[in-house]
Nanobody, 123 residues
């Protein structure tokens, strides 16, 4: 499974950005896609994910500001980020795993895959 993120960039506080992730390769029939982020000097954290059944999870830090959406047919996961804050500055990663791991936790599993990341900078 390969994951490719796009859409990062620099924006002023209060602005918006939209990230996209495309999954390709031999995916499982059911799988979870989620967005994670890692700020300099901090641990990676899960922020928003969509399971194969359509259930959505958000971290409290982004709830009400970020909206995640998934196109199951196209194997894409988008993240609409509004009212961005400087503390949202981080490298954003798309993550793939089985549905039972779709809880926004950072894990090492045999099935976990990561994209290369896309930088979001809010000033």
């Amino acid at each position: 499974v390969q994951l490719v993120e796009s859409g990062g960039g620099s924006v002023q506080a209060g602005g918006s950005l939209r990230l996209s992730c495309v999954a390709s390769g031999e995916t499982h029939m059911r799988y979870c896609l989620a967005w994670f982020r890692q700020a300099p000097g901090k641990e990676r954290e899960g922020i928003a994910g969509v399971d194969s059944d359509g259930s959505i999870s958000y971290a409290d830090s982004v709830k009400g500001r970020f909206t995640v959406s998934r196109d199951h047919a196209k194997a894409t996961l988008d993240l609409e980020m509004n009212t961005l804050k400087p503390e949202d500055t981080a490298m954003y990663y798309c993550g793939y795993d089985l549905p039972r791991y779709c809880d926004l936790k950072v894990r090492t599993t045999r099935t976990r895959k990561w994209g290369q990341g896309t930088q979001v900078t809010v000033s």
